[in-house]
Structures are given as structure tokens and as C-alpha cells.
T-cell receptor, first 109, second 114 residues
Framework: SQQGEEDPQALSIQEGENATMNCSYK?????LQWYRQNSGRGLVHLIL?????REKHSGRLRVTLDTSKKSSSLLITASRAADTASYFC?????????FGKGTMLLVSP | GAGVSQTPSNKVTEKGKYVELRCDPI?????LYWYRQSLGQGPEFLIY????????DSGLPNDRFFAVRPEGSVSTLKIQRTERGDSAVYLC????????????FGPGTRLLVL
């Protein structure tokens, strides 16, 4: 079963704009991670936020976590065409990661 | 340094055949994971090894699926009597410690069962 659900399913923006993706989950977690996937192959880890953290930054990425609402958001600022990919949130409520269905981001030049 | 590698990159087989998919984790990583990803879906957990033992195999869909990691490094996912529904990308990941660590993924093996 998939615990995380990303929203929106697809997002199309212009280069330079910001992209925001949301993730909701159902059970308590230890941490939440965001991954990126190009062309349906290997996933690349972007950022991990622990349950006692509320916000984390990494370069152009900003992740927030609201454990009371069981939700997280990923913000990509000043997007580039190279950011075009699928983005997944993953939670570790059970013994390993549970992924959502992902958000497909298209950044047009 | 070398990342997680998986072989083969692509595998086409016929319904009913046996297949083996191989994963070489990052050197020194004690934890290894197998996932399956169908088109338009996120990866679904299959099995998790800590060292040589399967710490959690609750994601294996049925007894046609089996995985081993005999020396605590390389792992092989084995699928018997393949079915068309087994077609998917099979992803392997490794991490330094347990499941709460960052997982590093391989490029996956795309399996097509005809």
C-alpha cells in the first residue's frame, strides 16, 4: 500500500517560476524523504526531514513538515528545465520506506 | 565512488520462465532494499536485508518471489514462473545503516514478461 500521496499529480511551469508539491501521509513517522526520478529509472535522494523538524533547506529546495496535519511540502525555487522529473515523498512509518505515486513536474524553457 | 549497480538493465522473458536480477550495493552499506515500480506508480517495497538476513520480506507478493544476500553484499532477486503482471522496473537501494537512513538507488532493471 502507498502511504504518501503527492499533490498535484502533474505540474507544468515556466523556467524561473517556483514549484510547490505537497505530500500527505496517514500514520506517524520517524522521518520523511523526498526523491527525484528521471525517465522512470533510479531515484535520487533530495532531502530528509525528521519528525521533530519543521523546515529544512538545501540549495533551491525547501521542505516543510507538519506532523499535526500529516503533510509535507517541497518547494523548488527559480526552477530550471533540468528540474523536469517526477518527485516522490517517502515515509518510514513501517520498517522501510513507503512511497507515494509522485508528482510529474515539467519546466518549460 | 561507485554507486548502486544493477544487472541486467533490461530483461525480456516469456511467461513461465525463471529470472534473476542482481544488485551490487555501495561498498560498506549494510542495508539493502528491493522495490518494484509499475508505470505511473511510486516504488513499492519488496524486501529489506540487514547484513545477510532478510529483516523484512513482507512486501514480496507471493512465493514465486525470493531474494538472497549470502555474503551481506550482492543480492539476487529471483522470480519463478514469471507472469505478465510481473513486468515492472525492479529497483535496488542500499543504505549505511537501517531504514531511517538515506537510501541510494540503482538505475533499476526493466523486466518485460511476454
Amino acid at each position: 500500500s502507498q502511504q504518501g500521496e503527492e499533490d498535484p499529480q502533474a505540474l507544468s511551469i515556466q523556467e524561473g517560476e517556483n514549484a510547490t508539491m505537497n505530500c500527505s501521509y496517514k500514520t506517524s513517522i520517524n522521518n520523511l524523504q523526498w526523491y527525484r526520478q528521471n525517465s522512470g529509472r533510479g531515484l535520487v535522494h533530495l532531502i530528509l526531514i525528521r519528525s521533530n523538524e519543521r523546515e529544512k533547506h538545501s540549495g533551491r529546495l525547501r521542505v516543510t513538515l507538519d506532523t499535526s496535519k500529516k503533510s509535507s511540502s517541497l518547494l523548488i525555487t527559480a526552477s530550471r528545465a533540468a528540474d523536469t522529473a517526477s518527485y516522490f515523498c517517502a515515509t518510514d512509518a513501517e520498517s522501510t520506506l513507503t512511497f507515494g505515486k509522485g508528482t510529474m513536474l515539467l519546466v518549460s524553457p | 565512488g561507485a554507486g548502486v549497480s544493477q544487472t541486467p538493465s533490461n530483461k525480456v522473458t516469456e511467461k513461465g520462465k525463471y529470472v534473476e536480477l542482481r544488485c551490487d550495493p555501495i561498498s560498506g552499506h549494510t542495508a539493502l532494499y528491493w522495490y518494484r515500480q509499475s508505470l505511473g506508480q511510486g516504488p513499492e517495497f519488496l524486501i529489506y536485508f540487514q547484513g545477510t538476513g532478510a529483516a523484512d520480506d513482507s512486501g514480496l507478493p507471493n512465493d514465486r518471489f525470493f531474494a538472497v544476500r549470502p555474503e551481506g553484499s550482492v543480492s539476487t532477486l529471483k522470480i519463478q514462473r514469471t507472469e505478465r503482471g510481473d513486468s515492472a522496473v525492479y529497483l535496488c537501494a542500499s543504505s549505511e545503516g537501517g531504514n531511517q537512513e538515506t537510501q541510494y538507488f540503482g538505475p533499476g532493471t526493466r523486466l518485460l514478461v511476454l
